[in-house]
């Protein structure tokens, strides 16, 4: 594998993401910033939010981005308009605090996060309309993504340094209890915040891949959640990640918070 540093950056990084021209972008949380990088690596500001957090980049471009101050979720067109809070403050008649991550279905539906320690919830936002709790009372739920044929989310439970599994039964609705896929490394100096699962992607085989923010580290878990390598990212606090294309996926993170922040490509092939 190699990395290359696509830039160093004043804040902390978040919310990686591709739109159809190749363009990545990402968000950086207290600079209030969503970045675009286009195809040669030149940065500018495409748009801004209060504390744009995970992101999501629809068919036709329009990017869905979570807003922690805001407690929303924010429509932005394919030029960095805003348009509209697709979720503000509640779902499904229960407050929302601190969204955090999102991902959306073939179909459009959207699952996000509500990270706050010991009561977070798994939410669910329809295309129609419906609105439903997945899952509550998990401690900081954190990055998540959908298995292949949409039938299962993996949610990543920050203090518990865990991957759940959430199976489905149709868009929205929990199938069954849910179920602990897989138990992550833990760092050498003991302390808390330094074994924290956060952003989620899956690579083309449906092999998982964990950015562990604290761990320095992303990490490849099987389809059995099983442990089969972890890279060293060179930025303490990896935040998130995405594959760009079958060899190459995008990291985003940093060394501190609010800053220093930054963004790198991890080559899974020299």
């Known amino acids: 594998m190699r990395i290359e540093k696509i830039s160093d950056l004043p804040f902390y990084t978040e919310g990686p993401a591709r739109d159809s021209r190749g363009n990545i972008y990402c968000t950086t949380l207290s600079g209030g910033a969503i970045l675009k990088i286009d195809v040669e690596n030149k940065i500018s500001e495409w748009s801004y939010s209060d504390c744009p957090n995970g992101q999501?980049?629809?068919?036709?471009?329009?990017?869905?981005?979570?807003?922690?101050?805001?407690s929303a979720i924010r429509r932005f067109d394919c030029n960095g308009r805003f348009v509209k809070n697709e979720m503000e403050k509640y779902c499904a008649d229960f407050e929302v605090f601190c969204p955090n991550d999102l991902v959306a279905d073939n179909s459009g539906n959207i699952y996000?996060?509500?990270?706050?320690r010991n009561k977070g919830k798994v939410c669910f936002l329809g295309v129609n309309g419906e609105q439903n709790i997945l899952s509550n009372d998990l401690d900081y739920p954190n990055g998540l993504v959908l298995s292949p044929d949409q039938k299962a989310?993996?949610?990543?439970?920050?203090?518990?340094?865990?991957?759940?599994?959430?199976?489905?039964?149709?868009?929205?609705?929990?199938?069954?209890?849910?179920?602990?896929?897989a138990e992550l490394p833990t760092h050498p100096s003991g302390k808390e915040t330094d074994n924290?699962?956060?952003?989620?992607t899956l690579?083309?085989?449906?092999?998982?891949?964990v950015a562990h923010y604290g761990?320095?580290?992303?990490?490849?878990?099987?389809?059995?959640g099983k442990l089969w390598t972890s890279v060293d990212t060179h930025m303490p606090l990896t935040s998130n990640l995405f594959f760009y294309d079958q060899g190459m996926i995008?990291?985003?993170?940093?060394?501190?918070?609010?800053?220093?922040?930054?963004i790198f490509k991890v080559f899974l092939w020299n």
């Open 56 to 70: 999501v980049v629809l068919p036709g471009d329009d990017h869905l981005i979570c807003d922690v101050t805001l």
């Open 153 to 181: 989310l993996y949610v990543a439970e920050s203090y518990k340094n865990r991957i759940l599994k959430i199976n489905l039964e149709s868009p929205g609705k929990a199938k069954g209890e849910v179920e602990i896929f």
């Open 250 to 262: 995008v990291v985003t993170g940093g060394y501190g918070e609010p800053g220093p922040g930054g």
């Open 203 to 209: 690579d083309h085989e449906g092999n998982l891949w």
């Open 215 to 224: 761990m320095q580290s992303i990490h490849k878990l099987s389809t059995e």
């Open 196 to 200: 924290l699962p956060d952003g989620l």
């Open 112 to 116: 996000f996060t509500d990270s706050i």
